[in-house]
T-cell receptor, first 112, second 114 residues
């Protein structure tokens, strides 16, 4: 079945550091790929998405590129802020069941 | 614009008690609706989804059930809670149009079973 693998962390960085959170997936066909963010005590918010190979999703300074050859969708940001502290989930929508398949989430902590 | 509501926000229930969590969506018609559970160390797991009134698909066999009595209302229930039912329950919706994959999540319900 479909699966998503991502580093769980916590990942601790200093403010203005460069961020990479790795995400790789296994799926049949051509899934859509997503990054969601969860701030403490809240639900999930869509951060960005990509629906086909080589697409780049971007939002709020975050970027991720759909790499079919490496089955990856790594999240990057050039300069993180304390307000970026949250849990980040990589997810895919395959061609099978209607729901999303999520990774376990990466807890990101940004220190001033 | 569309909004999604969940209640209650937090709930503490004894083992063996019943459960009813409610989710409603505003600003859209014929949405696909979903229940997910986020348990410690296990990420998010899809529990149920619905493509229309009275239509429920279960992804994981367990002591939970779901119902959709109205187009924009989705209910998660249990007759007898287990300790393992503790977690953060998230409702989500997406447009019923097949061309849209993006799901939008509610604020969640934190359930603690003691």
């Amino acid at each position: 079945g479909d699966s998503v693998t991502q580093m769980e962390g916590p990942v601790t960085l200093s403010e203005e550091a460069f961020l990479t959170i790795n995400c790789t997936y296994t799926a049949t066909g051509y899934p859509s790929l997503f990054w969601y963010v969860q701030y403490p005590g809240e639900g999930l918010q869509l951060l960005l998405k990509a629906t086909k190979a080589d697409d780049k999703g971007s939002n709020k300074g975050f970027e991720a590129t759909y790499r079919k050859e490496t089955t990856s969708f790594h999240l990057e940001k050039g300069s993180v802020q304390v307000s970026d502290s949250a849990v980040y989930f990589c997810a895919l929508k395959g061609g099978g069941a209607d729901g999303l398949t999520f990774g376990k989430g990466t807890h990101l902590i940004i220190q001033p | 614009s569309q909004t999604i509501h969940q209640w209650p926000a937090t709930l503490v229930q004894p083992v063996g008690s019943p459960l009813s969590l409610e989710c409603t969506v505003e600003g859209t018609s014929n949405p696909n609706l979903y229940w997910y559970r986020q348990a410690a160390g296990r990420g998010l797991q899809l529990l149920f989804y619905s493509v229309g009134i009275g239509q429920i698909s279960s992804e994981v066999p367990q002591n939970l059930s779901a119902s959709r009595p109205q187009d924009r209302q989705f209910i998660l229930s249990s007759k007898k809670l287990l300790l393992s039912d503790s977690g953060f329950y998230l409702c989500a919706w997406r447009s019923g149009r097949a061309s849209t994959d993006t799901q939008y999540f509610g604020p969640g319900t934190r359930l603690t079973v003691l």
